[in-house]
């Protein structure tokens, strides 16, 4: 999703949260903690996209679930929609057209992944889901946690359910960190690459798309 559909960033979605907690102290508290923070998630994102991702939603415990859902509203119409590729929709059309279920694997919380995947028309979506406890959000997320390889079994499991032929599948992405789920589908193609997957997708001869806001 990020990079691929769209130009914003689970950094991007989660600076939205945290200018709107419910209290003054709580903004200035979580927005600076997110600054300060923001080189340790750089090297971490680039390390291990799972490190990465157990680190950086540990920012949303104490939010309510009912806030979660309210401001994902939100952050999908002021952050991620103003955002989404020129092409994407035309791209997503003449797949349609083609007869291709399309399904969105992100590494996103699930309450901003839903409100684009039903704006794109996607027929399905996963994304990572947050561990709520009385109503609030414990900074952990449940399991399968949607990062690197994980996203490659994700989708072997979802194409055995749905009696998909992952031969004849195409999945589209942007990173390095995501070479394990390209490999297992027939048809890979790389979506504003960064190094590491421009590289492996010359090597392979993997089209290479490019889409710009």
């Known amino acids: 999703m990020d990079g691929t559909l769209i130009g914003a960033n689970v950094v991007h979605a989660y600076a939205y949260y945290a200018l709107n907690a419910q209290t003054v102290s709580g903004r200035i ?8 923070s923001l080189p340790i998630y750089a090297v971490a994102d680039k390390v291990d996209r799972k490190f990465f991702n157990e680190m950086f939603y540990k920012n949303y415990e104490g939010f309510s679930e009912d806030r979660l859902v ?4 939100e952050v999908f119409e002021r952050v991620l929609k103003p955002t989404i590729f020129s092409g994407v929709a035309e791209h997503l059309k003449r797949s349609k057209e083609q007869g291709h279920k399309q399904v969105i694997v992100t590494g996103g919380i699930e309450y901003i992944t839903k ?8 027929d399905d979506y996963v994304a990572n889901r947050l561990e709520i406890k009385d109503g609030y959000a414990t900074g952990r997320l449940h ?6 390889a994980n996203k490659a079994l994700w ?10 032929d992952l031969d004849r599948s195409f999945a589209y992405a942007d990173s390095g960190s995501d070479l394990p789920l390209l490999s297992v589908v027939g048809n890979p193609c790389a979506v504003n690459p960064d190094r590491a997957l421009r590289t492996t997708a010359k090597a392979y001869d993997w ?5 710009g806001k």
């Open 29 to 36: 508290g979580r927005t600076a903690s997110l600054l300060a």
């Open 207 to 211: 089209p290479i798309l490019t889409l």
């Open 143 to 148: 399991k399968p946690f949607i990062a690197g």
């Open 155 to 164: 989708v072997r499991r979802y194409a055995e359910r749905n009696n998909i």
């Open 70 to 73: 309210l401001i994902g509203e």
């Open 115 to 122: 409100p684009l995947a039903e704006y794109l028309g996607f």
